[in-house]
């Protein structure tokens, strides 16, 4: 199973590469590592398993965070309910459409390989048109908006070494601009 100590940290040069397309059919390696990248994920938000083996939780996780530098993300965005609002590993996630308005997560962004806070806004698109492939190669497009747009924004920046912080105003943090709401 991954735990943390598999998660790689920021100064690992990984995190800013580039991660590389994944091809069809996919390897069984690969298809493994998807299923235990989606493990790490609902491990990490039960709390007695999180608790026993230190988990921190995560909605997001990306290949390159366990130092896989391939298109990949497993996303488990759960609803007030624990139901799965979305659910999916993605493959090659391409985003082909997105709204001027932008959204932020009111208590800003964490990552799974950044161990400090970084307190800010995170400005993303509030709206989405996501492209993806699953394990077997089907394709899938799918239009997000609020959380889970967020959530898959923050992973396929991941894939092309964007860390979240990257995205914070450096001069003022917390300054909203006029097209962003702020959620949460
Ligand atoms: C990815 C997210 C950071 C902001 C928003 C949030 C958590 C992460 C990183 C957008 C994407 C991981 C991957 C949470 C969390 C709410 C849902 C369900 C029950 C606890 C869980 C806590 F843990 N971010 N952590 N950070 N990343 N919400 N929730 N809750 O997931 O680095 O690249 O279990
Ligand atoms: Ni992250």
């Given at each position: 199973?991954?735990?943390m100590k598999n998660i790689i940290r920021e100064g690992n040069p990984t995190l800013r590469a580039?991660?590389?397309?994944?091809?069809?059919?996919?390897?069984?390696?690969?298809?493994?590592?998807?299923?235990?990248?989606?493990?790490?994920?609902?491990?990490?938000?039960?709390?007695?398993?999180?608790?026993?083996?230190?988990?921190?939780?995560?909605?997001?996780?990306a290949a390159p965070q366990v130092d896989v530098s391939?298109?990949?993300?497993?996303?488990?965005?759960?609803?007030?309910?624990?139901?799965?609002?979305?659910?999916?590993?993605?493959?090659?996630?391409?985003?082909?459409?997105?709204?001027?308005?932008?959204?932020?997560?009111?208590?800003?962004?964490?990552c799974l390989s950044v161990d400090?806070?970084?307190?800010?806004?995170?400005?993303?698109?509030?709206?989405?048109?996501?492209?993806?492939?699953?394990?077997?190669?089907?394709?899938?497009?799918?239009?997000?908006?609020?959380?889970?747009?967020?959530?898959?924004?923050?992973?396929?920046?991941h894939?092309?070494?964007?860390?979240?912080?990257?995205?914070?105003?450096?001069?003022?943090?917390?300054?909203?601009?006029?097209?962003?709401?702020?959620?949460?």
């Amino acid at each position: 199973m991954i735990t943390m100590k598999n998660i790689i940290r920021e100064g690992n040069p990984t995190l800013r590469a580039r991660a590389k397309e994944v091809t069809f059919p996919m390897t069984n390696e690969q298809k493994d590592l998807a299923h235990k990248m989606m493990e790490f994920l609902e491990n990490s938000q039960n709390p007695e398993i999180a608790e026993k083996y230190k988990l921190r939780a995560g909605v997001g996780l990306a290949a390159p965070q366990v130092d896989v530098s391939l298109r990949m993300t497993a996303v488990l965005v759960p609803d007030e309910h624990d139901k799965p609002l979305f659910k999916h590993v993605l493959v090659n996630p391409t985003i082909m459409s997105e709204s001027v308005r932008m959204a932020a997560l009111s208590e800003g962004e964490g990552c799974l390989s950044v161990d400090r806070d970084v307190p800010g806004y995170v400005p993303r698109h509030d709206k989405i048109t996501l492209r993806w492939f699953d394990l077997d190669g089907n394709k899938h497009v799918d239009k997000l908006r609020d959380y889970p747009a967020i959530v898959c924004q923050h992973e396929i920046d991941h894939l092309n070494g964007i860390l979240f912080f990257d995205h914070i105003n450096t001069k003022n943090p917390f300054k909203v601009a006029e097209n962003t709401i702020i959620l949460g």
